[in-house]
């Protein structure tokens, strides 16, 4: 083995260990190996961005955008119709017709592109024949993978084993040359699903209905049971704040779905809307939070504290510090970026135009070049210098603390009573550092001061706590117990079927910038005018506590809003809406002509006027410029993810097969296959590249085997086309797994589906594939000597 093979297989393990571990985006990954390999000089500059001007990579865009046209136009609502119409109500017909619409359609369009076009469709078939959704939600996902095998177009995939076979000096695949093969394996998948496969999936349950009214929708999200009422007395401290200076909503993640005053309702009133005597306000959320919550009025502010003021000045001190670009919090909201157990220290501001933001920190999002305020005691503050997170540390003097802080307003003492509630509790179990911003600086107790304690800290009745904070939300905190709650909401209140607060239910789009971010961090209230009111995932409601969960491809949301403003959601690119709400329907004047140009592209292919680049760029150019979609849409309708991920490896092939490490690794496993002759090996290449789609994205595991695949097959002496068709319907075959391929991941959450189920379906399905394709290879594609 040379060193050059060992530093290729290097940079490919550690790419490997990274697919698999998510420590970081795939596309990144792609990007980091390209680096990697022009760096070390395993290719040199026009090879290492040879990727990105890859005729297989330009497909790859080209049709995203065609797919868009087709989505743009209406498609959707005329393929809905017909599959009402032909499908009926029985749920094998329905099956059978969704599975082979979403098959034809994945032959000439983006597989990812169709599963997202059609969920929504069947979503509402479900809705309307009463068939639940789990039962024709993953024939869907995975009819567009079996659909992708058809055509050269298909999948990326396909365009990238054709792509290979060019560099390795063969002749490439042509676009329906996929068709023979991956035609019989999508009708043999289809009717394994159909007939047998169909028995294997869920049956459904509260999901299943989950799309039939909006009573089912309370139901299935809990919501009738976290539902309460709040009457605010007329004499109360709150009276005459703001909804968002009393802090009812952020207290513990409560949703005010509506204020009522004098025999009038306001749904989902506005922050800043003020609260007057008498005021009834209908709620949403864990009542024993709340009261959790309510406890801390107990507290006894005590009027003379400049001693222990005092005596905590010479231990804990400000400093502040500037973000680094490289540092890990960079993204992070305050609340998640733990600066008290990584740095022992504690955020108390950020810097921002006006000065010190100093409230409502919990969701700010951490950016390079921030200057951040902290506190903590002095041995902390002095090693904050050696943490490569921080550069500019200025510790802070007593005068300049009060002329930029206003320390002696924002310090206060309070008291534990000797009977209160709160005895043995800890400020772990309430919100009181998120909702009000209250720090707890030191502790004072039989004589002994404890400086900056943790979390877990234990009150004793008696206690002295230094808090800095807000004195004022103290009064806050008492009006919090003032409110009178009832459990029982009364009949006339229920707007949750009222034509001005309506339930919908909708999923991620595929291509979305909103997945990894914070439910808190996103304000749904404020970006949206509406209100997230629970989560489906894993087969789970989460409907609590949602401030802190990260939205990931495959949820099902439920949005809580006026009508009018979540139609508006069904324009939205980042959401696909699953739950109609009376929408115009789309204009379909321009479908005709979008698959007039699709047909085209196909045409002139096959016609030989055009690779199928050239033709896909023009084709998609000209769905512009007939307006079936704008630059805008076009631009969005590019998972660039996907392009930098296969343009970014597409590097490491070539690495692999100039240094010689395809064919270390196909004597690997001509070693181990080689002596039974080549289709054992085709058979071990295929199971290989299969068992593999579960852990490493299908475009790179292409191009990782291609050059293997070539290696092996040269040296047994035999043409290379027929190993690299198996290669490519191993590749696109991903049933295993909702991570083997984004459009099983998309169905996820809608289908209320858990992991168990694709291995119970996708099993048995890989398996028929298989054999399929393994009994059809020496028919349709013999092997030929070179």
Excluded at 338 to 344: E, G, L, M, N, V
Excluded at 418 to 436: P, W
Excluded at 663 to 686: K, R, S
Aim: include cysteine; charge should be negative; proline fraction near 4%.
């Amino acid at each position: 083995m040379t060193f050059e093979i060992s530093l290729v297989l290097g940079i490919l393990v550690i790419s490997l260990i990274l697919f698999i571990s998510e420590i970081i985006r795939m596309d990144l990954v792609a990007m980091l190996v390209l680096g990697s390999l022009a760096i070390t000089g395993l290719v040199d500059s026009n090879q290492a961005f040879a990727g990105f001007s890859n005729s297989a990579v330009i497909t790859v865009w080209a049709m995203f955008i065609l797919s868009e046209g087709l989505t743009r136009t209406g498609i959707a609502d005329i393929i809905g119709r017909q599959v009402m119409r032909i499908g009926g109500h029985r749920e094998v017909t329905l099956i059978f017709v969704i599975m082979v619409t979403g098959a034809v359609l994945s032959a000439f369009m983006n597989n990812i592109g169709v599963a997202a076009l059609m969920l929504p469709v069947v979503v509402e078939v479900a809705r309307r024949t009463g068939v639940a959704a789990s039962r024709l939600l993953m024939p869907l996902a995975y009819s567009t993978l079996l659909g992708g095998l058809m055509t050269l177009i298909g999948t990326p995939p396909n365009l990238l084993i054709s792509e290979s076979l060019v560099l390795g000096g063969y002749e490439p695949f042509a676009l329906f040359d996929f068709t023979p093969l991956g035609g019989i394996v999508m009708v043999i998948g289809v009717l394994f699903v159909v007939v047998g496969g169909r028995f294997m999936l869920p049956k459904g349950g509260a999901k299943s209905d989950k799309h039939v009214s909006q009573r089912s929708l309370r139901s299935l999200y809990k919501l009738q049971e976290r539902t309460f009422v709040m009457h605010v007395p007329r004499n109360s401290v709150l009276v005459g704040k703001t909804l968002a200076e009393s802090r009812i909503g952020a207290s513990t993640g409560l949703i005010i779905l509506s204020l009522f005053r004098s025999g009038r309702n306001e749904t989902l009133p506005g922050r800043q809307t003020v609260i007057r005597g008498g005021d009834g306000l209908l709620v949403q959320g864990r009542l024993d939070q709340f009261r959790e919550l309510q406890r801390w009025s107990d507290l006894v502010i005590e009027r003379e504290s400049s001693v222990l003021k005092s005596m905590v000045a010479s231990k804990v001190v400000y400093a502040s510090v500037v973000v680094t670009e490289g540092s890990p919090v960079v993204s992070e909201l305050i609340r998640h970026a733990s600066f008290r157990s990584r740095f022992d220290v504690a955020v108390v501001g950020i810097l921002r135009k006006d000065g010190y933001r100093l409230t409502n920190l919990a969701y700010v999002p951490i950016r390079a070049g921030d200057q951040i305020l902290v506190q903590g005691e002095v041995d902390a503050i002095s090693h904050l210098e050696k943490f490569s997170d921080f550069q500019d540390v200025t510790i802070y003097t007593p005068d300049e603390l009060r002329k930029t802080y206003q320390t002696d307003e924002r310090m206060f003492v309070v008291r534990v009573p000797k009977e209160s509630d709160l005895v043995q509790e800890t400020l772990n179990k309430s919100r009181l550092a998120d909702v009000f911003d209250f720090r707890l600086i030191a502790v004072f107790r039989d004589g002994e001061l404890r400086v900056m304690p943790r979390g877990d800290e234990v009150l004793l009745g008696g206690d002295l706590l230094l808090i800095e904070g807000q004195q004022s939300d103290l009064d806050v905190l008492r009006g919090m117990q003032e409110l009178e709650i009832d459990t029982k909401v009364p009949g006339n209140l229920g707007t949750l079927e009222s034509e001005r607060l309506t339930l919908m239910d909708a999923t991620l789009d595929p291509r979305t910038s909103l997945a990894g971010r914070t439910v808190g961090e996103l304000n749904f209230r404020e970006r949206y005018g509406i209100e997230l009111a629970g989560i489906w995932r894993e087969g789970e409601t989460i409907g609590t506590e949602l401030a802190d969960e990260r939205l990931q491809i495959g949820d099902a949301l439920l949005l809580l809003g006026p009508r009018y403003r979540l139609q508006l959601l069904s324009s939205d690119s980042d959401f696909l809406v699953l739950t109609p709400l009376g929408q115009e329907p789309p204009d379909t004047r321009r479908a005709p002509l979008a698959a007039f140009i699709m047909t085209a592209v196909i045409g002139a292919v096959m016609a030989g006027y055009a690779p199928i680049s050239v033709a896909a760029v023009i084709g998609g150019t000209i769905m512009v410029l007939t307006g079936c979609l704008n630059m805008e849409q076009a631009y969005r309708a590019i998972d660039w993810r996907a392009i930098f991920l296969i343009a970014g490896m597409l590097p490491l092939g070539t690495a692999m097969q100039e240094s010689g490490a395809a064919t270390f690794l196909a004597n690997q496993v001509m070693e181990l296959l080689g002596d039974a002759g080549p289709w054992p090996v085709i058979m071990g290449l295929y199971i290989l590249t299969a068992m593999a789609t579960m852990i490493i994205p299908t475009a790179a595991l292409v191009v990782l085997m291609s050059p293997i695949v070539l290696s092996a097959m040269s040296d047994m002496g035999v043409q290379p086309e027929t190993a690299m068709m198996a290669v490519a319907m191993a590749a696109s075959a991903s049933f295993t797994s909702p991570i083997s391929h984004p459009a099983n991941i998309l169905v996820m959450g809608p289908g209320g589906y858990r992991f168990v189920d694709y291995l119970k379906v996708g099993v048995p399905l890989t398996i028929v594939v298989f054999i399929t394709v393994m009994v059809l290879l020496p028919i349709l594609w013999p092997l030929v000597p070179a």
